[in-house]
Each structure stands twice: as C-alpha cells, then as structure tokens.
C-alpha cells in the first residue's frame, strides 16, 4: 500500500526560482511514485499582491512505495535534507473526486472510521490558461473562506508555474469539512464553496483536476513556528 507526503520548507529565493523550472525531485528518485513542487501563496491576497506568490516558501506532495521510501529520502537526498528541516505530514488515501494522471490513486475510496477524528483534504489541477482570470475571481472568495474557517488548524494554497494550482488544508473534523463543501458552515457567506463549484460545473476551469482526502497518519517538524497541527494525533517523530 502506497504513502503520500506533503512537505513545508523555507528555501532561498533562487532555490525557489529554479524548482519552478525543474522539480528538485527526479523521477528515478528510489520509491517515488510522482511528486509535485510548488511555491506557496497567501491565501485571499490580490493577485498583484507581492504576498500572493511566495517563492520562498515551497510545497511538495508526494506519492511513495512505502514509508522508507520517504526515510531514504530525507535522510540521503540533498534537496530529501532541506525539505527534513521543515515540516512534514504522512497520509493514508481515503477518497478521490475528479482525476489526476500522474499519481497512482486507488481506484477503491476507504469510509473514514471516526468522523470526528482529524481529516486532510488536498486538491491539485492543472488550470486552462484563459480560464485562469474566472478562475481567480470565483477563488479567492473559496480561499478567504477556507483560511477564516475555526474548523482548520492550517490552510494554503500554492502554485507551479505556468499552470498548476493546489490547495492543502488540515481539518479538525470530517463534519468541519463537510459543513464548509456544502455552504452549512456556521460563518459569514457560509455557501462560497458551493457557489464555486456551481461555476466549474457550468465551465471547468481545468484540464485536470482532483480532490484528495486523507487520514493523517504522522506529523514532524515545524511550520512558521508552530508544530503538532493535527488534532489528538499521538506524533511519530521521524529523523
């Protein structure tokens, strides 16, 4: 049974310039299933905001053959060693909505066992490129929703230029989610998720697109100063 990953480094302004060209992660990496790098973005911000692109903070989401795949790795590779200095998330596939070619996603969606326990949700898509302006018009209002959200102990979005867009967020509660997919969410504007998928259903946005969600299975290392994101998690440190 395959793992996924989803990594959180600080790197410097070249370093984040050149993953945008060439994934620091080479495909024969030993126990890789796929990856994908992106830099992050603040949630909301305007476009032409000098916050909206972030180059010095990336985002890695992996698929791996087993976890020492993903031990390996951070302890040996070189680019494994700067992603083991941030923060890191091991996940246990659950359900798929849409479609993404290059990971190798179960075909059978796993029924959470505790609807109350913690739930991480990921969606990646690579966008049509005239469809990017609707894109951001009908999103940012999603983000701004997302971000605000009391039912997410962290929430991003990032981006691989010129067209690949994802969003990761850590849910306190499968119902948390849930209540926020559907507009029941007791916030202001409460419906903007739904709102937006209306939109997409009626002219998709994308070429691809697909919406992960995951059972936590371990968390290491620190974010922006905080650590421990996932709710009643016992933490398995892994050095």
């Not at 126990?31 to 010095?56: N, Q």
């Not at 359900?95 to 990921?122: C, D, H, L, M, T």
Request: glycine share 6%.
């Amino acid at each position: 049974m395959s793992v996924f990953s989803y990594h959180l480094a600080d790197v410097t302004f070249l370093s984040g310039m050149k993953g945008i060209c060439l994934n620091p992660i080479p495909k024969y990496t030993k126990g890789l299933i796929h990856s994908e790098y992106t830099t992050l973005m603040t949630l909301g911000a305007a476009l032409v905001s000098p916050s909206r692109f972030l180059l010095g903070q990336i985002a890695v989401f992996a698929q791996w053959e087993d976890e020492k795949a993903i031990d390996d790795f951070l302890a040996e590779d070189s680019f494994g060693r700067i992603l083991n200095e941030g923060w890191h998330i091991r996940l246990d596939f659950l359900r798929q909505w849409g479609n993404y070619s290059e990971f190798e996603i179960p075909e059978k969606n796993v029924a959470i066992e505790n609807r109350n326990s913690a739930v991480v949700a990921i969606t990646i898509a690579k966008m049509r490129p005239f469809e990017i302006p609707r894109f951001i018009r009908w999103g940012r209002p999603v983000e701004k929703l997302v971000r605000d959200h009391p039912g997410t102990t962290l929430s991003l979005a990032s981006i691989r230029f010129p067209n690949v867009v994802s969003t990761f967020s850590i849910w306190e509660t499968e119902e948390e989610m849930l209540s926020m997919v559907h507009g029941h969410s007791h916030v202001p504007k409460p419906e903007r998720h739904s709102v937006a998928m209306k939109e997409r259903a009626r002219k998709d946005f994308h070429f691809e697109f697909t919406t992960l969600r995951f059972k936590p299975l371990s968390e290491s290392g620190e974010w922006q100063g905080q650590r421990n994101f996932i709710p009643n998690l016992n933490i398995q440190q892994h050095q």
